[in-house]
């Protein structure tokens, strides 16, 4: 295969420094283009000095007519609002586009300008975009010309249901999920609630209710079930933790009248059995639980569940990276996907080690 020219528009923020040092290891892509306002006519290892030497490429403010002419595909990493506007002219001047705003990832309009507060201006495109979790949308991915890459916390908290919501095995009703992500899930950002002295040491839920991803969760656990984007509606309270990066789901549920038989054991071989092709899903064995740690860096998401016979509740765990497998690398996945490339391609080795 001839070489993909990929550019990144917004790529220094963590999203994007990330897609960068995922690219870097890829076989089969150039970077041809990294663009940023805020560091125009620096280098990126200027802005990140781990890659002096590594990726010195100049950081550009140039039109997104300019970026899409030089590439195969580009990647958006920009506000909500932004790519609504950015991305159109991206895919009129013949680029694909991974998008990592929430602007593509609503197929019910109504839902998206609810729950942003926007007016999409090219609503026309929702029902073109494909959402990109490539274990659930992978034959769609395929013929992409646009990707919604997925929320961080709807990557996990759907990577965990989606067995059970298929199979109907659960009751859509119950569904309760508590998830916890590292700071840098808030972006890049000088913000006074996000210095260091103000997180250390500290614990909280926030956005409790509202959340945008909130809706995105129960828009996709919607069509899992086979109902049409509104048929469910998931409690959702995201809370943010003192460590850099990684992200864990609890998720409360009721079994299903289909699941009377529920136990852990089922629920262990219901993963075992439905993530068994899966490169980066990983069912743990046994009453080992996920833990962040253990996904750092990484595109990897490990579940695991357990049933609670005194409550009748299921609790189901996910934990991954948020920048990894909750954005970047993730992204990444599914650029492998439209390129008709292993998935894993260029994503094996990005992990943190010890």
Known sequence: MDTIKVSII??????????VHGFLCHPDVKLVHLTSQSFAGQLFSDV????????????????????????????????????????????ENGARVIDHSGDFRYKVLAT???????????????????????????????????????GCYPTCSLTA????????????????????????????????????????????????????HTTEISEQCSFLSGGDGTSVKVAFTPHLAPFRRGMLATIYCRPSEA???VSTEKIGSIYKEY??????????????????????????IDVNGVYDPDTGLIKLFSAQDNLGKGAALQAIQAFNAMFSLPEQTGLNTVIRGV
């Open 259 to 261: 699941f009377a038989d």
């Open 48 to 91: 990140y000095p781990v890659y002096r030497g590594i990726c010195d490429m100049p950081l550009e403010d140039i039109t997104p007519e300019e970026v899409a002419k030089d590439s195969d595909l580009v990647i958006t990493a920009l506000p909500h609002g932004v790519s609504s506007k950015t991305v159109p002219v991206l895919l």
């Open 112 to 150: 998206y300008e609810k729950s942003y507060k926007l007016e999409h201006p090219h609503p026309e495109l929702l029902k073109e975009a494909v959402y990109g979790l490539p274990e659930l949308y992978r034959n769609e991915l395929k013929t992409a010309r646009l990707v919604a890459n997925p």
């Open 10 to 19: 917004g790529s220094t923020g963590y999203v994007g420094a990330e897609l």
């Open 275 to 300: 993530y068994k092709d899966e490169h980066f899903v990983r069912a743990l064995p046994g009453k080992e639980l996920p833990d962040v740690k253990a996904v750092n860096g990484s595109n990897y």
């Open 161 to 212: 249901l989606a067995p059970f919501l298929k199979a109907g095995l659960i009751d859509t009703s119950s569904i309760i999920i508590d998830a916890v992500s590292g700071v840098t899930g808030a972006g890049r950002k000088s913000d006074l609630a996000y210095a260091y002295c103000e997180l250390d040491e500290a614990f909280k839920p926030y956005g409790a209710v509202g959340h945008r």
